[in-house]
T-cell receptor
């Protein structure tokens, strides 16, 4: 079956602009995660959606970052007033059953964001 | 404190050599899971293995094998008879019961297999 898909694959924006990154999880997966991969910080957790529960936003670096998940499927990560330090690869993952510690997260190809 | 440590930043081997990638973790949880992911040059993280804290049995999958030792908090990954296609960054990750949903990743090990 299809894996996790993300769009766009690359995004170049100017400092101060808003950007939206999209993630389409594996069909049937109820949990969705966003991570960020940057040279200085490695791979870091951003946010997690579990079914209809309130998301775990504890990893979001600032209030410029937000995410939503519509209809329990597609998710959008929004970064407002982008800064150069936001440049990174944003990775989305999904897992089959939400809330279980052992569930394997399957990752998408990522969106490479470059803020000029 | 670093919860997942991959001390080897880069490893370079010649094809057909065996290579071991080290992973040391830190947790106070009794229930946790450990993972290995591969990130080839294309960038996508590919799941390789999951191991829970109650199962110390080592695992072999083809040329890949994993050695989980709770006594030393290590979860090492060995590639036997390495191939050029094994060249990638390999990440070890920890998911703890008390940390909710997040995976905590190590810094990764860049493996280069030369022909």
């Amino acid at each position: 079956g299809a894996g996790v898909s993300q769009s766009p694959s690359n995004k170049v924006t100017e400092k101060g602009k808003d950007v939206e990154l999209r993630c389409d999880p594996i069909s049937g997966h109820t949990a969705l995660y966003w991570y960020r991969q940057s040279l200085g910080q490695g791979l870091e957790f951003l946010i997690y959606f579990q079914g209809n529960s309130a998301p775990d936003k504890s990893g979001l670096p600032s209030d410029r970052f937000s995410a939503e998940r519509t209809g329990g499927s597609v998710s959008t990560l929004t970064i407002q007033r982008t800064q150069q330090e936001d440049s990174a690869v944003y990775l989305c993952a999904s897992s089959l059953v939400s809330g279980r510690v052992g569930d394997t997260q399957y990752f998408g190809p990522g969106t490479r964001l470059t803020v000029l | 404190a670093q919860k997942v440590t991959q001390a080897q930043t880069e490893i370079s081997v010649v094809e057909k050599e065996d290579v071991t990638l080290d992973c040391v973790y830190e947790t106070r949880d009794t229930t946790y899971y450990l993972f290995w992911y591969k990130q080839p040059p294309s960038g996508e993280l590919v799941f390789l293995i999951r191991r829970n804290s109650f199962d110390e049995q080592n695992e072999i999958s083809g040329r890949y094998s994993w050695n989980f030792q709770k006594s030393t908090s290590s979860f090492n990954f060995t590639i036997t008879a390495s191939q050029v296609v094994d060249s990638a960054v390999y990440f070890c990750a920890l998911r703890e019961e008390t940390s909710g949903s997040r995976l905590t990743f190590g810094e990764g090990t860049q493996l280069t297999v030369n022909p």
